[in-house]
């Protein structure tokens, strides 16, 4: 299993610290202008993205991707 995630950047980085470290970089309104998703425009929360994002494939793709550009 190691060999299968050598090349993986987010191996070992939780979702939750992703959106932590991106909300604290660019703050909700930035977040939200990036990367259109409701959850981080109206009444942005950690739990409610994190749920949102966990159930909805296309949209944490694009924060890890945002992540990624990021490091």
């Known amino acids: 299993m190691v060999e299968t995630q050598k090349n ?9 610290e992703i959106l ?3 909300v604290e ?5 930035k977040l939200g ?3 259109d998703i409701r959850c981080f425009k ?7 993205s994190l749920k949102f994002l966990r159930a909805t494939p296309w949209a944490r ?3 890890e991707e945002l992540y990624l ?3």
């Open 33 to 35: 202008q990036q990367i």
């Open 61 to 63: 793709t694009k924060v």
């Open 8 to 16: 993986n950047p987010l191996h070992g980085i939780t979702l939750k």
């Open 20 to 22: 932590t470290k991106l």
């Open 42 to 48: 109206i009444d942005p929360s950690i739990n409610s």
């Open 25 to 29: 970089q660019h703050g909700w309104e």
């Open 69 to 71: 550009r990021g490091i």
